[in-house]
Nanobody
């Protein structure tokens, strides 16, 4: 069982930045592939970014590529998402997720095994 707790969400003006964090329990964090997903009101949950277990490989949805950066600190059991140039279309609840079986380029909801409770990001129009 892996427990994930997101933080860092909030209200930010268009063009601004936020950094989300996701703290994970357990001693095997460095063996997991990790991802960030988001869910806007009335829409399905969608993939935003993923990162390999050592952090050397990252992949992004086209909608966030060039603006968001996923990273991890395995010594701190923490995953991050740096979000820049935010727009109202980025308004959503953001979730971090764990894939127990490591690998790369996973972007589907069912590729991931454990989820956090989410943190709200709001960018008013």
């Amino acid at each position: 069982q892996v427990q994930l707790v997101e933080s860092g969400g909030g209200l930010v003006q268009a063009g601004g930045s936020l950094r989300l964090s996701c703290a994970a329990s357990g001693r095997t964090f460095s063996t997991y592939t990790m991802g960030w997903f988001r869910q806007a009101p009335g829409r399905e949950r969608e993939f935003a970014a993923g990162i390999s277990r050592a952090g050397g490989i990252t992949w992004y949805a086209d909608s966030v590529k060039g603006r968001f950066t996923i990273s991890r600190d395995n010594a701190k059991n923490t995953l991050y998402l740096q979000m820049n140039s935010l727009t109202p279309e980025d308004t959503a609840v953001y979730y971090c997720a764990v894939r127990i079986n490591a690998g790369q380029r996973y972007s589907r909801i069912y590729d991931y095994d454990y989820w956090g409770q989410g943190t709200q990001v709001t960018v008013p129009s």
